[in-house]
């Protein structure tokens, strides 16, 4: 990168870094706990619905949140659920930890619905989020698209969420899929707006960790590792014993958005693959050397 681009980032970093969001599993309290005091008061904090947690766990770690001064985001992923009571039950204790007032709505990894919910879409059309006291719903966004769903349904679906968030006035908020690769990202957020969609959105940036681990939840989720794009990103395939943060991502990203008149309204969402204090600890070292460029 050259040094005006370095340069030219320092200001838009600090304004893409300030209010962060973080996400964890419902299983890492012990790691939230450790990343506290490096976690600015008021962090959204996004609670995964992974299949390997059940539900008490993730409704704690949202308390912990909630108790910590964070703002929990608890996800709801719609094909892992078996019933409307399931759901209705998830709701009732995330209000009784005041963790209700906003949720992630994701469709879900499985390749058929476990129960009522094929998809985000049918969920928040079946107006059981606002009855709970949700206010604003999260939703994805694939600038890289998905591997198992095409493109136009991926639009359509996203069009007609936001559509449907808002005849429920209920606010939104796109956060996208994690990538190495800022190209897609822009393109993304230009076809976002070209579309008319206004909705504030959280660009999914992968927190620094081991080069292996990276790749693995890559492959995983079907994000684009190329030698090129890994490289531009800052590290090599053939050093896996290595760690990878997005410094240059992030900067880059920052600094194109901001050229190209993108900006508004997109923020970072940080996936904390090498840990929450790790993660958290990036972000604020990072955005002091940005306020010194
Ligand atoms: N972006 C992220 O951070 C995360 C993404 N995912 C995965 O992303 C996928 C899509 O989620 P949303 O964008 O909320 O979709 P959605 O629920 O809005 O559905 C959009 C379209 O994709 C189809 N679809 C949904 N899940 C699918 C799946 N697993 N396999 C094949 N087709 C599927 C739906 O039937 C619908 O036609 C899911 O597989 C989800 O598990 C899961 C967790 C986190
Ligand atoms: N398609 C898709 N499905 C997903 O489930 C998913 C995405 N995309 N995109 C990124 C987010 C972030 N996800 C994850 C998934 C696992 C860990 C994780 O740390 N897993 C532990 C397991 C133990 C635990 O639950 O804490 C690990 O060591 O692998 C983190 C983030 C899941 N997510």
Same mark, same amino acid.
């Given at each position: 990168?050259?040094?005006? !681009?370095?340069?030219?980032?320092?200001?838009?970093?600090?304004?893409?870094?300030?209010d962060y969001s973080i996400e964890m &599993?419902?299983?890492d309290v012990?790691g939230l706990d450790?990343a506290r005091d490096a976690l600015p008061h008021g962090t959204r904090v996004n609670v995964?619905?992974?299949?390997?947690?059940?539900?008490? $766990?993730?409704?704690?770690a949202a308390r912990a949140v909630r108790e910590h001064g964070l703002l929990p985001v608890p996800?709801?992923?719609?094909?892992?659920?078996?019933?409307?009571?399931?759901?209705?039950?998830?709701?009732?204790?995330?209000?009784?930890v005041q963790a209700?007032d906003k949720?992630?709505?994701?469709?879900?990894?499985?390749?058929?619905?476990?129960? /009522?919910?094929?998809?985000?879409?049918?969920?928040?059309?079946?107006?059981?989020?606002?009855?709970?006291?949700?206010?604003?719903?999260?939703?994805?966004?694939?600038?890289?698209?998905? /591997?198992?769903?095409?493109?136009?349904?991926?639009?359509?679906?996203?069009?007609?969420?936001?559509?449907?968030?808002?005849?429920?006035?209920?606010?939104?908020?796109?956060?996208?899929?994690?990538?190495?690769? &800022?190209? /897609?990202?822009?393109?993304?957020?230009?076809?976002?707006?070209?579309?008319?969609?206004?909705?504030?959105?959280?660009?999914?940036?992968?927190?620094?960790?081991?080069?292996?681990?990276?790749?693995?939840?890559?492959?995983?989720?079907?994000?684009? !590792?190329? !030698?090129?794009?890994?490289?531009?990103?800052?590290?090599?395939?053939?050093?896996?014993?290595?760690?990878?943060?997005?410094?240059?991502?992030?900067?880059?990203?920052? &600094? $194109?958005?901001?050229?190209?008149?993108?900006?508004?309204?997109?923020?970072?969402?940080l996936?904390a693959?090498?840990?929450l204090? !790790?993660?958290a600890?990036?972000? $604020?070292?990072?955005?002091?050397?940005?306020?010194?460029?």
């Amino acid at each position: 990168m050259s040094d005006t !681009a370095v340069e030219l980032s320092g200001e838009h970093v600090i304004a893409f870094l300030d209010d962060y969001s973080i996400e964890m &599993t419902g299983k890492d309290v012990p790691g939230l706990d450790e990343a506290r005091d490096a976690l600015p008061h008021g962090t959204r904090v996004n609670v995964t619905y992974l299949g390997a947690e059940d539900l008490e $766990q993730r409704v704690t770690a949202a308390r912990a949140v909630r108790e910590h001064g964070l703002l929990p985001v608890p996800h709801i992923a719609a094909r892992r659920l078996t019933s409307e009571q399931e759901l209705a039950r998830f709701l009732d204790r995330l209000a009784e930890v005041q963790a209700i007032d906003k949720v992630f709505v994701i469709g879900g990894d499985p390749s058929e619905a476990a129960g /009522p919910y094929p998809d985000a879409l049918t969920l928040i059309r079946s107006g059981v989020l606002e009855r709970h006291g949700v206010r604003e719903v999260g939703i994805a966004g694939y600038p890289e698209g998905h /591997p198992d769903i095409p493109n136009s349904a991926l639009w359509e679906h996203l069009e007609a969420k936001v559509e449907t968030l808002r005849e429920r006035g209920l606010q939104t908020v796109i956060v996208t899929q994690f990538g190495f690769d &800022t190209e /897609p990202v822009v393109a993304w957020i230009r076809e976002l707006r070209s579309r008319g969609i206004d909705a504030p959105v959280r660009v999914g940036v992968p927190g620094p960790a081991g080069v292996k681990r990276l790749l693995g939840f890559a492959r995983r989720f079907g994000i684009g !590792a190329n !030698a090129m794009i890994v490289k531009k990103y800052g590290f090599s395939l053939t050093n896996l014993l290595g760690t990878a943060g997005p410094d240059r991502f992030v900067a880059s990203l920052a &600094t $194109q958005l901001t050229e190209q008149g993108l900006a508004k309204d997109v923020k970072m969402h940080l996936y904390a693959f090498g840990g929450l204090r !790790a993660t958290a600890e990036w972000a $604020q070292r990072f955005t002091l050397e940005g306020a010194r460029r």
